[in-house]
């Protein structure tokens, strides 16, 4: 009689690694593309506003914005959320919400890999 044996391998661990390593590209491939969309919609009078702006990865999130302490952090609240004198621009808020599909494909692709 033919002996027959099965071998069943625990690859999850692998497998949570793998996804792991894939979704933390796919964030910074995200915040990268949302920080070029708010810097073409940051106002432009000497350009340090623009060059503020940066991406900060994160255990399980990225964040796009201007950081607190930069000359330009107080600035970049008042230019985005407006003032009495003075319009919201929304520059952040924008890039991330017209944005979604893009993100979206962005995610798709990387998690495909």
């Known amino acids: 009689m033919a002996k027959i044996e099965i071998r069943i391998t ?10 792991k390593t894939q979704s933390k590209r796919a964030l910074k491939n ?3 593309a949302m920080r070029g ?13 623009r060059r503020s702006i940066t991406v900060e990865e994160h255990e399980l999130d990225v964040s796009v914005g201007v950081p607190e302490g930069v000359l330009e952090g107080d600035y970049a609240k008042y230019v985005e959320l407006g003032t009495r ?14 944005h979604l599909d893009t993100y979206k494909i962005l995610i798709e692709r990387e998690l495909k890999r």
């Open 10 to 19: 625990d690859n999850s661990n692998t497998f949570k690694g793998f996804l």
């Open 30 to 32: 995200v915040g990268e």
């Open 37 to 49: 969309y708010a810097v073409l919609n940051a106002p432009v009078r000497t350009g340090d506003l």
């Open 85 to 98: 004198y003075q319009d919201a621009q929304y520059f952040l808020t924008r890039a991330a919400e017209e």
